[in-house]
C-alpha cells in the first residue's frame, strides 16, 4: 500500500536524479560539451549530403574492357563523402551485358546492354574509405572492368559483414544460384552431326580461302527433359569444322548475333601470331571482325572463344577444329566422322529435369556435372550415329574442347590401327588401344572396320560414361567368325 510518505520518497527520489543530472551537465568540461557538440553537428550534415551524379558507359580501350566517363577517362576514379546519395547511369557501349557492383557497400546494380538500355543505380553512402567498383559478368572484371570509389569523411554506422563463400572467381561472393525452373520447350537441337566433314582438299595448289562464322547464344537440349543456355559458333557444338591445306591463306570473318548478351571471339591453335586470332577479335553484339592468316604447319588443331573468362565460354559451347591437310593431302579412307569431348558445369545435378545454368564455383573446382561428345547427352547415340560397312576404313578428327579434362579415347571393340597423336600429321603411331588428348588439344584416328556391330565411344575414365560420355559407331555387313564367334553353351567349342 503507497501512503504519503512513499509518494514523497519518490518523489525526493526523482528530484534527486534530476539535480545529479543538472549538476553534470553543468560541471562537464567546455571542450568536450564543444566536442560532443561539434560531432553531432558533422555528424547531422553528414547525414544531409549532396547528390553525386555519374555517368559510365562500358567500352573497349587499348584491348581492354572498361567502364568509360563522360570525359574519356577509363575506370575513373568516382569520389563522395559519407552521407552523399550517388547516382551511376550506366550504359553498355559496345552492347554486351554487364552491371556494376560494390560489394563492400552492399551496391549491385540491373544487369544492363544494348537490348535493355541504360540503368541506374542509386545508394547514400554511410562508410569511409576505398572500394572497389567492378562488373560481376564472368571475366569482365579480369578483363578490365574495375576502378575505385572513394569516399571521405567519418563512418556512420558499420553494419555487421555477412559470411559469403568465396570462389577465387572476381564476382562469384555476389553469385547465387537461380531459382530452379523447367526445361525450356522450345530448346533445339545444338549437336553437330559427326558427319558434317568437308571434303578432302587432295593434290592442289595454295588457295585463298574465306570463312564466316556467327556466335550464338541459344537455348539448347543438354539431354532429355534438360534444356542448359549454349554459346555456340554457327548453332552447333563443336562449332564448324573447317579445312585448308598447308600454304593456304584463310580469311576469317567472326560475327556476333544482334541478341547476344555477351562479347565473343576466336582463337584458332593453327595460327601464327595475334594471340590465334584472339587479340583482333573481340566482337560485340551484332558486330563482325575479320583476320587473315596463313597457315603455316600441317596438322588437326583446336579453335575456341578468347573472351574472359575463357573457360566459361568454352564449358558452354565454344569450340570446333580446324584441320590443316599437308601438300597432297591425307590418304584417302571411305569415311570421316568430326567428334569433341567438352565438359560441362551446371547448378544441379546430371539429370535433373531442369534449365541448367552454369556455375562458376564447379568451374573452378573442375568438378564437371556433365561430360558430352557433340554438345548434349546422346548425340551420337539417339540423334546421330557414326556408321560403316564391313572392310570400310573410318578416319575420326577428335578434339577436346575441355575446357579442364584430358580424354582417354577408346572405341570398344576396336583397336586403332593408326593414331596422328596430338593432331600431328607428320608421324602416325599404329597399334593403339587408347590414346591420351589434352584440353585443347586433338589426335585423328584410322581404323580399319573388319567385323559387324555396335561400337561404343568412350573416355575409358569410364565413370564419364554415366555423366553422358557415349557415342556409337554402327558397323553392317557379313560377320566373319574367324574374327571373332560367340560361343553357345552346351556346344563343342569349335577347334582351330
Keep these: ?43 547531422a550534415e553528414q547525414t544531409k549530403g549532396a547528390v553525386k551524379k555519374y555517368t559510365l558507359e562500358t567500352g573497349i580501350v587499348n584491348g581492354k574492357m572498361v567502364f568509360i566517363d563522360d570525359r574519356g577517362q577509363a575506370n575513373p576514379l568516382l569520389r563522395a563523402n559519407v552521407g552523399d546519395t550517388v547516382e551511376i547511369r550506366l550504359k553498355s557501349g559496345e552492347g554486351a551485358q554487364h552491371d556494376i557492383a560494390i560489394p563492400e557497400l552492399k551496391v549491385q546494380s540491373q544487369k544492363f546492354d544494348a537490348a535493355s538500355g541504360p540503368t541506374t543505380v542509386r545508394f547514400t553512402v554511410t562508410q569511409a574509405g576505398k572500394f572497389t567498383y567492378y562488373c560481376t559478368i564472368a571475366g569482365h572484371r579480369q578483363i578490365g572492368m574495375e576502378g575505385v570509389f572513394e569516399v571521405a569523411g567519418t563512418s556512420i554506422a558499420s553494419a555487421p559483414k555477412a559470411a559469403v563463400k568465396t570462389t577465387g572467381v572476381p564476382g562469384a561472393e555476389l553469385y547465387t544460384a537461380p531459382a530452379a525452373r523447367p526445361a525450356d520447350a522450345a530448346a533445339v537441337s545444338v549437336a553437330m552431326d559427326p558427319a558434317a566433314v568437308p571434303a578432302p582438299i587432295g593434290a592442289r595448289a595454295p588457295q585463298h580461302l574465306k570463312y564466316r562464322i556467327e556466335t550464338v547464344e541459344l537455348t539448347g537440349k543438354l539431354d532429355d527433359g534438360t534444356s542448359f543456355t549454349y554459346w555456340t559458333f554457327d548453332r552447333k557444338v563443336p562449332g ?15 560475327a556476333n548475333a544482334r541478341d547476344s548478351k555477351m562479347i565473343h571471339s576466336i582463337d584458332l ?69 568430326y567428334v569433341m569431348q567438352g565438359d560441362m558445369y551446371t547448378t544441379r545435378p546430371h539429370g535433373a529435369k531442369t534449365h541448367q545454368e552454369f556455375d562458376l564455383d564447379k568451374l573452378a573446382a573442375e568438378l564437371p556435372d556433365y561430360y558430352v561428345f557433340n554438345g548434349a547427352v546422346g548425340s551420337l547415340t539417339k540423334e546421330h550415329k557414326l556408321t560403316a560397312n564391313v572392310g570400310d576404313t573410318v578416319r575420326i578428327f577428335f578434339g577436346v574442347g575441355g575446357p579442364n579434362k584430358i580424354s582417354s579415347f577408346h572405341v570398344i571393340g576396336e583397336i586403332f590401327d593408326k593414331v596422328y597423336s596430338e593432331g600431328s600429321i607428320s608421324s602416325p603411331k599404329r597399334d593403339v588401344q587408347t590414346t591420351l588428348v589434352a584440353p585443347g588439344g586433338a589426335t585423328i584416328v584410322e581404323l580399319k572396320v ?5 561400337y561404343l565411344l568412350v573416355d575409358h575414365a569410364l565413370s564419364r560414361a554415366g555423366k553422358g560420355l557415349v557415342g556409337m559407331l554402327e558397323v553392317s555387313g557379313p560377320a566373319d567368325a574367324g574374327i571373332y564367334k560367340a560361343h553357345t553353351p552346351g556346344k563343342a567349342a569349335a577347334t582351330h
Design 1 to 43: 500500500m503507497r501512503t504519503r510518505h512513499s509518494r514523497n520518497f519518490s518523489l525526493l527520489a526523482l528530484a534527486a536524479a534530476m539535480a545529479m543530472t543538472t549538476v553534470d551537465a553543468a560541471t562537464a568540461p567546455p571542450a568536450a560539451t564543444a566536442q560532443a557538440g561539434a560531432s553531432q553537428a558533422a555528424a
Design 240 to 254: 564448324p569444322m573447317l579445312r585448308a591445306r598447308i600454304g593456304d591463306t584463310i580469311e576469317l570473318t567472326l
Design 269 to 337: 591453335h593453327a595460327v601464327t601470331g595475334g594471340h590465334g586470332g584472339g587479340e583482333h577479335t573481340q566482337v560485340g553484339p551484332g558486330q563482325e571482325k575479320t583476320i587473315t592468316f596463313k597457315a603455316l604447319n600441317a596438322g588437326l588443331y583446336v579453335y575456341h572463344c578468347a573472351t574472359p573468362l575463357v573457360p566459361q565460354h568454352i564449358s558452354a559451347g565454344m569450340y570446333g577444329m580446324i584441320l590443316v591437310e599437308p601438300e597432297g593431302g591425307l590418304p584417302k579412307v571411305d569415311r570421316e566422322y
Design 450 to 454: 573388319d567385323y559387324p556391330g555396335s
